[in-house]
């Protein structure tokens, strides 16, 4: 049968604001770190990534901000819209050349209020 | 970008039965590609690595003659869940790595994912 899930923190805005989403990673190791989006029922959507020799990255709507000092990432999306609304994830890689697996985060939905 | 598929997308079966889930890239050639598994609202959780050619690596309490994954080309890779119990009911999902993405928007790093395979087992 199913898991006891957990409860995802969610993070409600209305449309046209800003939103801030948070991450901690977990391996001081980790050299390069990607959001996802994932909507229900479907596969994670690559939104966009840093490598740990930046600091800053932006996109279309959205920045990625890297803190390796405290091991912390955000993802600010700006003007949401209602279809932002999905969970987010962040996920770390690190490894040799063999093994550039991804570690992922616990997420946050999104949910944003028309 | 590079796109990943899924066969098939949902599926329901007995008890004891076994299943098999395809994941193909669909314009790329994936050396590697990686299985994952999510349980209702919780985050993907890596099962193993599926390399081309070789025996794919398992991360640690996956049991590997349960989940049989066979990567026989640089396009697919098959997780066949055998002898399926209702507590292997779950969300699969499969990624690949595209070796030669541009550097500028997206790194080799970067993992594309398929659209996820509903497996419910009776």
């Known amino acids: 049968g199913e898991s006891v899930g957990l409860h995802l923190p969610t993070l409600s805005v209305q449309e046209g604001d800003n939103s801030i989403i948070n991450c901690a990673y977990s391996?001081?190791?980790?050299?390069?770190f990607i959001w996802y989006k994932q909507e229900s029922g479907k596969g994670p959507q690559f939104i966009i990534d840093i490598r740990s020799n930046m600091d800053k990255r932006q996109g279309q709507r959205v920045t990625v901000l890297l803190n390796k000092t405290v091991k912390h990432l955000s993802l600010q999306i700006a003007a949401t819209q209602p279809g932002d609304s999905a969970v987010y994830f962040c996920a770390e890689n690190w490894g040799d050349t063999g093994r550039r697996a991804l570690t992922f985060g616990s997420g946050t939905r999104l949910q944003v209020q028309p | 970008g590079a796109v990943v598929s899924q066969h098939p997308s949902r599926v329901i079966c007995k008890s004891g039965t076994s299943v098999k889930i395809e994941c193909r890239s669909l314009?790329?050639?994936?050396?590697?590609m990686f299985w994952y598994r999510q349980f209702p609202k919780q985050s993907l959780m890596l099962m193993a690595t599926s390399n081309e050619g070789s025996k794919a690596t398992y991360e640690q309490g996956v049991e590997k003659d349960k989940f049989l994954i066979n990567h026989a080309s640089l396009t697919l890779s098959t997780l066949t869940v055998t002898s399926a119990h209702p507590e292997d009911s779950s969300f699969y999902i499969c990624?690949?790595?595209?070796?030669?993405?541009?550097?500028?928007?997206?790194?080799?790093?970067?993992?594309?994912f398929g659209p996820g395979t509903r497996l419910t087992v009776l």
């Open positions: 391996n001081s190791a980790s050299d390069y």
């Open positions: 314009d790329f050639q994936a050396t590697t």
């Open positions: 990624s690949a790595r595209d070796p030669m993405a541009s550097g500028g928007r997206t790194s080799t790093d970067t993992q594309y």
